[in-house]
């Protein structure tokens, strides 16, 4: 299976590890973005919830 995430500012793979945070961890959208955060890479939790609509 291909996923498609043409339109987003983030490239797949951070995308795709927030998602494997989320879901292996129980980890609120929140929680994953103040992770990234503290590793020098920002984005807002809302991106996360409109990409895990698309991907689940």
């Known amino acids: 299976m291909t996923l498609n ?5 983030y490239p797949a793979d951070i995308i ?3 998602l494997r945070y ?3 961890y129980k980890l609120s ?3 994953i973005e ?3 955060a503290e590793r ?6 809302s ?5 895990d609509k698309r991907v689940l």
């Open 5 to 9: 995430f043409s339109g987003r500012h």
């Open 16 to 18: 795709m590890q927030a």
């Open 22 to 24: 989320y879901l292996a």
């Open 34 to 36: 103040e992770i990234f």
């Open 40 to 45: 020098n890479i920002h984005f807002d939790h």
């Open 29 to 31: 959208y929140r929680e």
């Open 47 to 51: 991106t996360l919830n409109r990409c």
